[in-house]
């Protein structure tokens, strides 16, 4: 499993994956990447310590992932964290969390005491799709909403079911509400959510020009960033 990277085309900074709690939702439809939580905080706890301590600043930005919500870290990992914010010199932090958190965002931010991007597994506003299907438990109804509190949206595109309406709609919407954004092409699972190749296709022709957009990530595979396997 591979836990720390440099991301150095777009938005440049390290990256960890660490490990935490379960999920507390841990229902959605088409996630099976649960499998890297852990009840053991004190095993959770020593591999961060270990991970967090190959981070180094160069870059002045720290993103943090983890198989769920930042929230669902061990305490000491996130004083860890904010103690490596200062010695490291770091200005910046990527925290993801779930919408269920969004009450809490404000708190993290004056933990760490410096400006936090957080990130939030939107995968699509279209709100059918996402609470129905996809079992989000994210049930905002206007990006609006979502603006308010989080910067980044994930979405994720390429799942049967999902129209090229619904997309170009997201993609919109990303672009109307928000500085900055990922998009995670789906990629079959355990789960029995599938992936629509032609659907893949068609966004991938369509959407090329993500490519040299700075503020749009586009994952083709969950390990993209270089952390995960
Ligand atoms: S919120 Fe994230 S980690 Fe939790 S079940 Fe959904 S996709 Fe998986």
């Known amino acids: 499993m591979l836990r720390y990277n440099i991301i150095k085309n777009k938005n440049p900074r390290e990256i960890v994956l660490l490990k935490g709690r379960p999920c507390a939702w841990g229902k959605c439809a088409f996630c099976d990447y649960i499998g890297d939580n852990t009840e053991d905080t004190a095993e959770a706890e020593k591999l961060n310590a270990e991970v967090l301590s190959r981070v180094t600043g160069c870059l002045g930005v720290l993103e943090v992932i983890n ?52 990130k939030i597994g939107v ?53 109307k509400y928000f500085k900055l954004g990922t998009v995670n092409v789906f990629t079959n699972n355990s789960t029995p959510v599938k992936r629509d190749d032609a659907l893949v296709g068609w966004f991938m022709e369509k959407y090329a020009c993500l490519e040299n957009d700075p503020s749009v990530e586009v994952l083709y595979e969950n390990t993209d960033f270089g952390v995960g396997g």
């Open 67 to 118: 198989s769920g919500s930042c929230f669902e870290l061990p305490e000491k990992t996130l004083i860890l964290i904010r103690e490596t914010v200062k010695s490291k010199n770091i200005k910046r932090l990527f925290f993801e969390s779930h919408w269920m958190y969004r009450k809490m965002l404000q708190k993290m931010r004056s933990f760490m005491g410096i400006p936090i991007t957080f």
């Open 123 to 175: 995968e699509t506003f279209d709100n059918d799709f996402r609470e129905k299907v996809l079992r989000k438990n994210a049930p905002f109804k206007t990006p609006e909403e979502v603006a308010r509190y989080f910067d980044s949206p994930c979405l994720m595109v390429g799942i049967r079911g999902q129209t090229k309406e619904m997309i170009d709609r997201d993609m919109d919407i990303l672009k």
